[in-house]
């Protein structure tokens, strides 16, 4: 005698031709992979926005901001200016997501950010980059008056890796 209940023998008896009878599992996997590359195309689609650039920038700075504490300076409200200005300049000419990356770079560059003054200096750049010449007047006016040494801009000197 086995160790095998009856039931279970019976039960493969009656699971093996069926399991047969279905036929092949191919359709399944191509049609898996199908949704897929559908899904990942329309996640793409949503991502490559301007406005969820925009916004993820803005989650990231305000993580960082509020470590610090001083959600309500001068230089948040700035920053919140020009990413409205990128954000309605990109809706207005059409432009994807990694248009906007690429007008925002300049605030990421390590190399040429060392001072306050320097990151207002990339943000008079990126105002004049489209075409906002008041935002750049109002930020060359307050680069004059920014402070080197504020807590603010250590912290996102420390973010950036400066």
Same mark, same amino acid.
């Given at each position: 005698m086995?160790?095998?209940p009856v039931s279970?023998?019976?039960?493969? /008896? %009656? *699971?093996?031709?069926?399991? /047969?009878?279905?036929?092949?599992?191919?359709g399944y996997v191509a049609g898996g992979v199908a949704l897929l590359i559908v899904a990942g195309f329309a996640g793409f689609k949503? *991502?490559?926005? $301007?406005?969820? *650039?925009?916004?993820?920038v803005r989650?990231?700075? =305000?993580? /960082?901001?509020?470590? =610090?504490?001083?959600?309500?300076?001068?230089?948040?409200?700035?920053l919140d200016k020009l990413l409205d200005s990128v954000e309605n300049h990109a809706t207005k000419n059409g432009m994807k997501g990694t248009d906007v990356v690429n007008i925002i770079?300049?605030?990421?560059?390590?190399?040429? *950010?060392?001072?306050?003054?320097?990151?207002?200096q990339s943000m008079i750049y990126i105002a004049n980059s489209i075409n906002d010449t008041t =935002?750049?007047? /109002?930020?060359?006016?307050?680069s004059k008056q %920014?402070?080197?040494?504020? $807590?603010l801009m250590a912290g996102l000197f420390k973010r950036a890796g400066i």
């Open positions: 086995s160790d095998v279970v023998t019976t039960a493969a /008896e %009656v *699971i093996q031709p069926v399991a /047969e009878s279905s036929g092949s599992i191919w949503f *991502i490559n926005k $301007p406005a969820f *650039i925009i916004n993820r989650k990231r700075n =305000l993580k /960082e901001i509020k470590k =610090l504490g001083v959600e309500n300076s001068d230089f948040v409200m700035d770079s300049p605030m990421n560059d390590t190399a040429r *950010i060392k001072t306050a003054g320097d990151m207002y =935002l750049a007047r /109002e930020f060359k006016n307050k %920014v402070k080197a040494n504020s $807590p």
